[in-house]
Each structure stands twice: as structure tokens, then as C-alpha cells.
């Protein structure tokens, strides 16, 4: 499995960006597929991540009604498309997937596939 993101950029405080990401070799319906993001001098963290076998999206609280995560299977993609953004959403944003979802922990990713991420600058 590969995964390849990319639609990082910079944008103004209010700003859209949506992210995508590729994915190459076999994911299955039942893995978990997510989001995390990385600020500089900051640990890695969750995102947003998807349970399609559950039907279910999470979110992290400080992106909740401003970030929506969507996939594609026809086109084995993934999106983020992130509205609203503030200087704080800053980072490189990683995609990410783990044969089964449990959490949005990190820790439940690590062993996963990641993409090489994106980076998103919000200037105020």
C-alpha cells in the first residue's frame, strides 16, 4: 500500500484548501483511513479518520464543522477539504491507513501505511 498525498498550499485566515490523497495497492473496505497533521515543534495529531465499515467519520474537536473527509473508491482517493482555516490548522498533513480502525490515537497508526505529507500554511 502507498499512499501519496497532496493540495497543500499556502491560503489566507478564512481560507479553503482541499487536500487529497492517492492510494495505491490493495485497500480494503474495511481498513480505516484518516488524516493527521504535524506543526512545527508539535507531536503528530489526529485529524479526522473514517471507519467505512462502520459508516463512521471522526473528527478532532478543533476542526469539527469546518473540516469534511470524503473518499472516492472509484478513484482510490481520499480528500479533506478543510473551510474556515485559521493560522493554528499550520502544519504538514499526513494521510494515513490501518487495516482495521480502532481510534484516532496516534499510537493506533503508527504500524500503519502513511503518505509523505502536505504541507498547509494559514496566515493571518
Known amino acids: 500500500v502507498q499512499l501519496q498525498a497532496s493540495g497543500g498550499g499556502s491560503v489566507q485566515a478564512g481560507g479553503s484548501l482541499r487536500l487529497s490523497c492517492a492510494a495505491s495497492?490493495?485497500?480494503?473496505?474495511?481498513?480505516?483511513m484518516g488524516w493527521f497533521r504535524q506543526a512545527p515543534g508539535k507531536e503528530r495529531e489526529f485529524v479526522a479518520a473514517?471507519?467505512?465499515?462502520?459508516?463512521?467519520?471522526y473528527y478532532a474537536d478543533s476542526v469539527k464543522g469546518r473540516f469534511t473527509m470524503s473518499r472516492d473508491n472509484a478513484k482510490n482517493m481520499m480528500y479533506l477539504q478543510m473551510n474556515s482555516l485559521k493560522p493554528e490548522d499550520t502544519a504538514v498533513y499526513y494521510c494515513a491507513a490501518v487495516p482495521k480502525y480502532y481510534s484516532g490515537d496516534y499510537s493506533d497508526w503508527l504500524s500503519g501505511y502513511w503518505g509523505q505529507g502536505t504541507l498547509v500554511t494559514v496566515s493571518s
Open positions: 473514517a471507519s467505512w465499515s462502520r459508516g463512521s467519520i
Open positions: 495497492g490493495r485497500i480494503f473496505s474495511s481498513y480505516g
